[in-house]
């Protein structure tokens, strides 16, 4: 069965360093999404993905992150300059090939990143 | 502003016995609604979800859902509960906004003792 797939399973990061959080989605699939988990808290919608274009975004994805489809293959989410606040389990979804909402979001087995 | 609350934090239940997990949410329609479960090391797998139709939803690994809207709840049942089953699992809702993101619960941990 097609999963999505993530690496790093684990990044350990400084303060203020660039960290790139890569996800492979299910190959036929259109629409991507980035959400995160800070410790004890609930799983955030960060951003959407469509078209090679940021569909949607929450408050948390400010300048310094930002999302990429360098190939056919791989979705990234680069962090530019860590803070602390961004150590959180980072799940990337997929879903498609269809536009239709009721399309089922699946996800990946999450990165978790911890900055020091 | 549109809410999921799952009031139980955790939950242990012996093997074999029932389980029920809460979810209550706050929307302006009746949105679409989802059960993901997270084992330890793993991704969020659907165990079900519920976008119209019939209120009483089927999922896997015996897993069912009923979503009853003068409570606004879509709660989850499992009769005979396996140690398998022990895992983290989220009440989702949505699309929210026209883009289908997902707006999630605080989670339930299910812990299973033999």
């Known amino acids: 069965e097609p999963e999505v797939t993530q690496t790093p399973s684990h990044q350990v990061t400084q303060m203020g360093q660039e960290v790139i959080l890569r996800c492979v989605p299910i190959?036929?699939?259109?629409?991507f999404y980035w959400y995160r988990q800070i410790l004890g808290q609930k799983v955030e919608f960060l951003v959407s993905?469509?078209?090679?274009?940021?569909?949607?975004k929450s408050e948390i994805f400010d300048d310094q992150f930002s999302v990429e489809r360098p190939d056919g293959s791989n979705f990234t989410l680069k962090i530019r300059s860590t803070k602390l606040e961004d150590s959180a389990m980072y799940f990337c979804?997929?879903?498609?090939?269809?536009?239709?909402?009721?399309?089922?979001?699946?996800f990946g087995p999450g990165t978790r990143l911890t900055v020091l | 502003a549109q809410s999921v609350t799952q009031p139980d934090i955790h939950i242990t239940v012996s093997e074999g016995a029932s389980l029920e997990l809460r979810c209550n949410y706050s929307?302006?329609?009746?949105?679409?609604l989802f059960w993901y479960v997270q084992s330890p090391g793993q991704g969020l797998q659907l165990l079900l979800k519920?976008?119209?139709?019939?209120?009483l939803v089927q999922g896997i690994k015996g897993f069912e859902a009923e979503f009853k809207r003068s409570q606004s709840s879509f709660n989850l049942r499992k009769p005979s509960v396996h140690w398998s089953d022990a895992a983290e699992y989220f009440c989702?809702?949505?699309?929210?906004?026209?883009?289908?993101?997902?707006?999630f619960g605080a989670g339930t941990t299910v812990t299973v003792r033999a």
């Open positions: 979804a997929s879903r498609g090939p269809g536009s239709s909402s009721t399309d089922t979001q699946y």
């Open positions: 190959s036929n699939h259109l629409y």
């Open positions: 993905f469509y078209n090679n274009e940021i569909s949607e």
């Open positions: 929307y302006g329609a009746t949105p679409y």
């Open positions: 519920y976008f119209s139709g019939d209120t």
């Open positions: 989702a809702v949505g699309p929210l906004g026209n883009d289908y993101k997902l707006s």
